[in-house]
């Protein structure tokens, strides 16, 4: 078993807002090994953003993590923000979702590709343009040299995008965060952006992140996927058996939800009821509200995250296909 | 950002002829000027004025001739000093509000920056608490208010500086007008500026910088320092403006003999040529102060500079 | 903005805690919630209300009124036996009748000019937003012409011309404000106008005035007050520098502008002059500006 690259031990993420505390991520236990490709999917609210936000010290102010999120084995909660800016940007790496905001309008891209391998390798302005040239190459802008000095308002999303991306490998991080990379962009874009987190991080031999709302994007790229609902983790599976097999009934609902051609409209369902109240979680199951398997258990009791086959793991009383068995 | 530039200064002169044209008209209308015989001048005066405003001739002809003369420099004769024309008593007064006012605008930036800059590090904590009272007093206390108290404490009690006058020219008779000038803009400023450095401080483009690792200095002086800065120097077109009639307070209470001096005597004697010439150069002063701000900004904003 | 308003980081958070609850506030719910929390505005408001209770009530329980002179009385300081709270003028007129005389002066002008400003802003902006187009832009572009100039110039001008009395000055000074009440107004108006109930009324056939008075306006409530109560105290503040310079209101009315004028003269040897009004105009512009800042707050906080 390879030690894992990125590790969650009982991480939580919280906010102070004056209606009280906001636990936007509670008690996450998570693994992520080197070179895999990890989709983590949930809609907005889940935590699945404040998660990688939270351990690479970017929460907003009124942010708290706590619990370990070991990187090579060292916990970068409550590290020191010097400590964390020799990790951050070179060997963990983000990519933000939204392209026309993420780059500073003030300052040409070259500046701001050529800044990260300055800092964190102390190349010389002319060698760090020359890594940047060659890594605009790869990730499919045409002309780099021409492009160089241009200010971000002058490239198109899907470029932004790119450059981003680029700036986001030039140091060759062992993991890469993608956020939503795609959510902002033409369709048409998307499955090229796609491709290019696929191609270059299995290149460099990158464990990818990607947290998104689509499981479209989930299909194209993952090995694993996670499966987060009201900050919690329910669910955790290689991706075959995520779509052919969910065991939780918040998956399965999901995976209901997607219109898909090679099945009738009429098989679509809606999930019924609204996404969780953060500061007043029920007491039990976080999905049971609107959860079809719902029992008096799942009412009074939260179900912990536990292996339920091989290489899966799932957070409830009632998974789906109760013949699985409960792997000891 | 050429074109911007010449688009820009084009349209400075469409309200350029509009403030000239009404001045010229309300001179016309005013109620007991020369124009409608009821108030006596001494003749010397009038002679003056017919020989400026050529009253025999046809309105249109006098207008042009009015704006002609504008256009060269020209703003007519005094009503009430017959030896020294608008322009000529203007350009005695010109270099003393000149020098008390760019000193104050220099002085403002450079505090309210610094300020601002402070408050937002330590937003939310005590020195930004400090700053932001002593903020509020120099954005409430109206310059005719900090004047006099200024010249109480510094000038007659402790005797560190003059009460008044431009004397000799030397700084130590600048202090207090320029403090006095400057204070409600470096409050302004510092407020811009601490706002500014907050907004920027949690953009999207900020939080790609910090999640680079290239440290919290690159990223407030390369990142953010410039961002933040544009809504100040959008604030000093306006500011320009306000300095011109801080002045008028600033140069009567203490006493120098800058334009605004001129202007509120003129005023308080019913000198119509005085105060509509003023207020014309005024006007054009603040419309080209303007203007060089505003293409400053734009030389500044990269979205406007590439187009 | 000062340090004193609540914080804007936590915005975030709020947003995020806001989406999630699930529970729609109503928006002034909200804003008053937040306006209520806002100690500094809280605290300007009771100072206001005081202030301007004892400039109404002034002359009912004050011994002196502000323009008798007390024989017994010339220049005398502060003191509490003799009745003059304030002191007395060269003229031996109590100074606590003549600042609240001021006050209410100062207060009086400020609400008819805002009156007046809130009028033609209103009528300007939402004419202008609602007809759109090129006769908009041509309004706008008369609104961005008159910014450039330097208005209190052209207020003492007009004051220099056709004399100095109070309504003139009302009006001037309204007409100084006018012109960014106009511009906020004009924006409202423009998304307003996008609303379904202004298509319907639009479908049924009401007269473009008719949807203004009746749909626009009643609707543009919310930002008109905020900005009028935000610019109160640059007109209390315009009408004491025009007074301080002669220009504004006249005897035998004072404001508190002119009575700090009149306090400078003297301010060596009778401080008190200036040291009252001072203190009452300080004191209504610290917390007409708590109460502005607080409003803004309460209603955006994310602010402009």
Redesign the interface.
């Known amino acids: 078993m390879t030690a894992p690259l990125l590790e969650f031990k009982d991480y939580s993420v919280h906010?102070?807002?004056?209606?009280g505390d906001?636990p936007?991520v509670g008690r996450l236990n998570l693994s992520i090994k080197p070179g895999e490709r990890l989709a983590i999917v949930g809609e907005?609210?889940s935590g699945k953003s404040q998660t990688f936000l939270g351990a690479l010290g970017l929460l907003?102010?009124?942010?708290k993590t706590s619990g370990e999120a070991n990187f090579e084995g060292r916990n970068m909660v409550g590290m020191r923000a010097a400590d964390l800016d020799t990790i951050r940007g070179s060997a963990v790496t983000m990519v933000f979702q939204d392209p026309m905001t993420a780059l500073n309008p003030v300052l040409r891209i070259s500046r701001q590709l050529t800044e990260i391998v300055e800092v964190h390798t102390g190349a010389t302005n002319a060698e760090a343009s020359r890594q940047a040239l060659g890594m605009l190459a790869k990730v499919g802008i045409p002309d780099p040299e021409k492009r160089f000095n241009v200010y971000p308002h002058e490239l198109s999303g899907g470029m932004r995008q790119r450059v981003v991306i680029a700036m986001a490998l030039l140091n060759r991080p062992k993991l890469l965060i993608a956020d939503e990379p795609t959510t902002a962009l033409d369709v048409t874009v998307q499955a090229q952006i796609l491709d290019l987190f696929r191609n270059l991080t299995s290149e460099l031999g990158a464990a990818l992140v990607i947290i998104t709302h689509d499981m479209g994007v989930v299909a194209g790229i993952a090995d694993r996927v996670g499966v987060m609902y009201g900050g919690r983790l329910v669910e955790e599976a290689p991706v075959d058996d995520i779509f052919e097999n969910p065991q939780h009934p918040y998956t399965r609902a999901l995976l209901s939800s997607i219109p898909r051609p090679d099945r009738p409209v009429s098989e679509m369902q809606a999930i019924p009821g609204?996404?969780?109240?953060?500061?007043?979680l029920p007491q039990g199951c976080a999905f049971n509200p609107r959860c079809p398997a719902r029992t008096d258990l799942c009412v009074t009791a939260r179900p912990e995250l536990l292996p339920m086959g091989v290489g899966r793991r799932s957070a409830c009383f009632n998974p789906v296909g109760t013949n699985v068995e409960v792997a000891a | 950002m050429i074109s911007y530039a010449l688009k820009r200064l084009l349209s400075?002169i469409?309200?350029l002829w509009?403030?000239v044209t009404v001045c010229f008209f309300?001179l016309r209308?005013?109620?007991g000027?020369p124009f409608d015989g009821e108030r006596p001048l001494p003749p010397a005066i009038l002679k003056n004025l017919a020989a400026h405003y050529n009253l025999d001739k046809p309105l249109t002809e006098q207008y042009l001739i009015y704006v002609g003369n504008v256009l060269q420099g020209d703003l007519g004769p005094s009503f009430i000093n017959e030896d020294f024309s608008v322009t000529e008593q203007l350009m005695i007064g010109v270099p003393y509000t000149f020098t008390v006012a760019s000193l104050a605008i220099i002085l403002a930036v450079i505090v309210g920056v610094a300020a601002g800059c402070l408050?937002a590090i330590y937003?939310?904590k005590m020195p930004?608490?400090a700053?932001?009272?002593v903020?509020?007093t120099g954005?409430?206390?109206?310059n005719?208010?900090i004047a006099?108290?200024l010249?109480?404490v510094f000038g007659?009690k402790l005797g560190w500086l003059p009460v008044a006058g431009w004397g000799d020219g030397s700084p130590r008779n600048l202090v207090l007008p320029v403090i006095v000038l400057m204070l409600p803009h470096a409050a302004r400023i510092s407020?811009l500026m601490?706002?500014s450095i907050?907004?920027v401080m949690?953009a999207n483009y900020i939080r790609t910088a910090r999640a680079k690792g290239i440290g919290p200095r690159l990223t407030v002086m390369r990142h953010a320092i410039k961002p933040a800065l544009m809504p100040v120097v959008s604030y000093l077109g306006p500011a320009a403006?306000y300095l011109?009639?801080g002045s008028?307070?600033v140069e009567?209470?203490f006493g120098l003999p800058g334009i605004g001096k001129y202007?509120?005597t003129a005023?308080?004697n019913?000198d119509?040529g005085m105060?509509?010439g003023?207020?014309i150069f005024?006007?054009v002063l603040?419309?080209i102060l303007?203007l060089v701000v505003d293409i400053t900004y734009a030389f500044l904003d990269p979205k406007v500079r590439t187009r | 903005?000062?340090?004193?308003t609540p914080?804007?980081?936590?915005f975030?958070?709020?947003l995020?805690?806001e989406?999630?609850?699930?529970?729609a506030r109503s928006l002034t719910g909200d804003a008053l919630a937040r306006f209520l929390?806002n100690k500094a505005a809280m605290v300007s408001v009771v100072v206001l209300v005081l202030l301007i209770l004892a400039a109404l009530l002034g002359p009912y329980v004050l011994p002196f009124d502000y323009e008798t002179p007390d024989w017994s009385a010339f220049r005398a300081p502060p003191s509490w036996e003799s009745g003059h709270y304030l002191g007395t003028d060269q003229n031996g007129r109590d100074l606590m009748a003549r600042v609240l005389h001021g006050t209410r002066v100062s207060l009086a002008v400020a609400l008819i000019a805002t009156l007046v400003s809130v009028f033609i802003g209103v009528l300007y902006g939402a004419v202008s937003g609602y007809i759109g187009g090129r006769i908009d832009s041509a309004m706008m572009r008369f609104v961005d012409?008159m910014y450039?100039?330097?208005y209190?110039?052209?207020v003492?001008?007009?004051?220099?011309?056709?004399?100095r009395n109070v309504y003139l000055l009302f009006a001037a000074i309204g007409a100084l404000e006018w012109l960014t009440m106009a511009r906020i107004v004009r924006g409202q108006t423009l998304s307003i106008k996008e609303r379904e109930f202004v298509e319907a009324a639009r479908a049924a056939g009401q007269t473009r005035f008719k949807i203004i008075r009746k749909h626009i306006i009643p609707n543009l409530a919310g930002p008109v007050v905020i900005y009028a109560a935000l610019t109160i105290?640059e007109i209390i503040?315009t009408e004491?520098?025009l007074s301080?310079?002669?220009?504004g209101v006249q005897e035998p009315l004072t404001s508190l502008?002119t009575l700090?004028?009149e306090?400078?003269e003297v301010?060596?040897i009778l401080?008190w002059l200036?040291l009252g009004p001072?203190f009452v105009?300080?004191t209504l512009?610290?917390s007409l500006?708590f109460i502005g800042d607080g409003l803004r707050d309460a209603f955006d906080p994310k602010?402009r």
């Open positions: 906010f102070a807002t004056p209606e906001v936007a907005s609210g907003a102010r009124n942010g609204r996404p969780p109240n953060l500061l007043r | 400075t469409p309200v509009i403030a309300v209308l005013a109620p000027g408050g937003q939310n930004d608490y700053i932001g009272f903020i509020l954005l409430v206390l109206p005719f208010l006099p108290i010249q109480l007659v407020r601490r706002g907050i907004e949690n403006g011109l009639t008028l307070v009567s209470v202007f509120i005023a308080l019913r119509y105060v509509l003023t207020v005024y006007m603040i419309i303007n | 903005m000062t340090a004193l914080r804007r980081d936590d975030a958070a709020d995020e805690a989406a999630l609850t699930g529970k929390r012409i450039a100039l330097p209190i110039l052209f003492i001008l007009l004051m220099v011309i056709f004399g105290p503040a004491s520098f301080y310079l002669g220009f502008g700090i004028a306090g400078t301010l060596e401080p200036l001072g105009l300080v512009l610290l500006l602010d």
